[in-house]
Structures are given as C-alpha cells and as structure tokens.
C-alpha cells in the first residue's frame, strides 16, 4: 500500500486544478448518488454498536444519515470551490549576488490518518489531501468499517470514472492493532501521520510512530460566564456547546462562572438544561449555588466527558478562570462570555489553546465552519499547524532558486 500510495502521490503532484476539482465534484456526486448502499453498510456498523453496549453520544457520532451524507458531499464541493494551494509562490526576492530565491508550496507527498468512528472523516481526509496533491492511506477503526468501505468504493469508483489513480486513496480494511503500528513504523513511504481520536488513541501515535506526526487534540473545552456576561446569552452558548452534539471535541465539557452571578446563571441555565439530560458536577461554591449540581471530584476539571455531563468551576476574578482554564485545558477551544471590552481582550490575549472565542460557542471551531470546506482535524499543537487544518496545513514548501552562473565564493 505504500508503494502504491508514493507512486500515486508523483502522479498527483503535477495534476492540475482542474483535474483535480473534476475528481472532487465526481466524488460528491456519487456520494449522493449511492446514499443508499452507504446507509445500508453504515446501519450495519451502528447496530453492532448498539449491541456492544456503546453510549448514545458515540453512536450518534458513529451513524450516517441522508443529510449527514449530503453534508460529505457538500464539504467535498466546497474544497474543490477553494483555490488550490499547490504552487502558490510565497516569496521572491532578489540576493545581492543576483540569485533569484522563491519559495512555493508543495504536497506532502503521502498522508497517514489513524482514525476512529467517525466515518465522515473519510470523506473529508480524501478531500482534502487530494485537493493538495497527496494521496492517503486511511486506517479507520472496527466500529466503521463497513461504511468506510463503502465510502472508499464509492470514490475509487469516482476517480476511476475521470481517470484519475484509484490508489490515491487507500483504506486499510485489517483493522487489528498491528496494521497500526505498522502504519507508524513505515517511514520510507509515508510523509506525515495524523491521529483522529480519543485521548488514548492520539497518545499512542504520538508515543510510538517513527514517522512524523501531527497531533490532533482531546477538547476539554471550557466557557467562562464573566460578572459581566449577558446571562441569557451565556445560557444559549452554554445550552449549544454542550448539548448540540456531546460526543464531539468542540463540545463544552467545562464551565467556569464569576461568583457574583453564579446563582442567578445556574437558576436560569437549570432551567434551559431540563430538555437535556445534563448533569452537573461542581465544586462547594456551586453546589450551595444550585441544589442540582451534584460534587465534583478533582479528576473532573480535566475531564473531556463526551456526554451529558459538564463540571461547574467558581471563580472571583477573570485571572483566576484564566488560570484554571491554562491549567485543565486541552488547547483546543475556549470561550468567553461578556459584556467586558477589557475582559474580552485580556481573554483572547491570556488563553493558550487553538481557538479562542468571545460570546459564541466553541461548536464553530471545525473546518467546515471555518470556511475551509472540511478539515482534517484539529490541531493542538504548537508546530506548522494549529486549529482546524485545511488545505495549506497540508502542503510543503520548497525553496526554487533562478541563477545565471553564479558559483560561491
């Protein structure tokens, strides 16, 4: 498969916009087209779900639908509307010497995605890479194997159709642990590894390849309320961040609120909360605040539930919530809620995680909603990519120099 994958990836790197957006609106066609043999396969893979025991958030994250298919193809159409990265030249200029040094972006090459459940991902992954001149090799997990097969046919199919490289897509069907391990170990023909996942999984990637790995990141993602807050507004972020979709890593998992209106929040968020089965976890402050929240342990604070559950943090000043987000976070999205121009500000400059927000939900930070059609993650680290990673994020660069003869000195 990484043989296959390096010599698709060469074929790949000298194709043209066009041909490429040809493949991508092909593909997003033919998604709609064979909805049905996707949703069948898929409905296999949700019932074994169900069966094994697997909570209600992860099988919602797990099961396709007409309009979640849609979604897919939709996100594939918006990548091939992008403009295309792959040869955008980022500098020029000219040396005393007169050597002309330029540097342009390039593909990576070829692109490993260990990933679990969520059968989107394929789609979005193949989207992406292919739109920057990369082929991939996906790895999906047990849960979704069946609709990732599915999938992947459908676009090979696509790409066969407009004579394009089925290989530039590649599903790894085994999914025993060794098939992973050995993705991590083959450094002679794969480029750049992401890992998708839960905690566990991103941890052993990042522990154990050999080949280069970006790191997409858990989202214990926290939403301060400030003593300053529209507490209705900060009702409807909170309700949205957390109950729109649990079992996803933009979720809200922790809420921190200012003493002076923890009371009068709780009463009204309580309230709001009951069409939802939220529970609430809080420290002594919040519990004497509302008889709801029940005790939280000290685990709680850096938990990322993916559930109906979200821990209550009490605090007497914006520097204290700052601290206790820095220090329980995952950096990947944080929020304010305010009425504060000083306090918006100190936020957004104090906070380290990828994305950071004033009076709106962290449910916006995906690539989709970013403009970038889809993503392949969310980046929470530090080098060449951070947040939802689109197109350039996927791409090189490379250094082109133009002489007439110069020779060093």
């Given amino acids: 498969m990484g043989q ?17 957006n040809e493949a991508l609106l092909k593909t997003a ?5 064979k909805s ?39 996100g594939i159409r918006q990548v091939a509307a992008l403009e295309d990265p792959v040869g955008e030249v980022i500098s020029m200029k000219t040396r005393p010497n007169g050597l002309i040094i ?67 897509i590649q599903l790894v069907t085994d999914t025993d642990r060794e098939t992973a391990r050995q993705m991590m170990r083959l450094k002679e023909y794969i480029d750049v590894l992401i890992p998708r996942g839960g905690a566990g999984l991103i941890r052993t990637v990042v522990e154990n390849s050999i080949v280069p790995v970006i790191e997409t990141g858990t989202g214990n993602c926290h ?42 929040f709780l009463d009204r968020l309580v309230k709001r909360l009951k069409e939802k089965p ?9 519990r004497e ?18 559930d109906y559950k979200l821990s209550v943090r009490t605090v007497d000043s914006i520097e204290e919530a700052i601290a206790h987000i820095n220090r329980y976070n995952t950096g990947h999205s944080e929020a304010i809620v305010t009425r504060s121009y000083e306090n918006a500000q100190k936020f957004l400059n104090e906070v380290d995680a990828a994305a950071v927000y004033v009076n709106a939900s962290t449910r916006f ?31 090189s660069t490379k250094y082109i120099i133009y002489g007439n003869g110069q020779v060093r000195p």
């Avoid at 893979?45 to 797990?62: E, F, H, I, T």
């Avoid at 008889?291 to 539930?305: F, K, N």
């Avoid at 059609?373 to 060449?384: N, P, V």
């Fill in 223 to 264: 939403i301060y309320v400030d003593e300053t807050a529209d507490l209705d507004m900060a009702v409807s972020i909170v309700f949205n961040a957390k109950t729109q979709r649990t079992g996803v890593c933009n979720a809200c998992e922790s809420l921190v609120v200012h003493r002076s209106v923890e009371k009068e």
């Fill in 289 to 306: 605040a509302h008889d709801a929240v029940l005790p939280a342990a000290e685990e709680d604070w850096g938990r990322e539930y993916l």
């Fill in 365 to 395: 930070t995906d690539g989709f909603e970013f403009g970038f059609g889809a993503e392949i993650g969310i980046s929470t680290q530090k080098l060449h990519a951070r947040g939802p990673m689109g197109l350039k994020e996927l791409t």
């Fill in 102 to 168: 330029g540097q342009k972006r390039v593909p990576m090459g070829v692109i490993g995605i260990i990933y679990e459940s969520r059968p989107n991902v394929t789609a979005d992954a193949f989207a992406l890479c292919f739109k920057a001149g990369n082929a991939v090799i996906l790895r999906g997990g047990s849960d979704a194997i069946d609709s990732n097969k599915a999938i992947v046919a459908v676009i090979k199919e696509a790409l066969r159709s407009v004579s394009v490289e089925e290989n530039s």
């Fill in 29 to 33: 066609a033919l998604l709609c087209e």
């Fill in 278 to 286: 939220v529970t609430l976890y809080g420290d002594e402050a919040a």
């Fill in 4 to 20: 296959h994958a390096r010599e698709a990836s060469a074929l790949l790197n000298t194709m043209g916009t066009s041909k490429k």
């Fill in 36 to 74: 049905q043999e996707i949703l069948e396969a898929n409905g296999r893979d949700v019932q074994r779900a169900k069966l094994a025991g697997m909570s209600p958030s992860l099988v919602d994250r797990l099961a396709l639908s007409q309009a979640r298919i849609e979604a897919m193809a939709e």
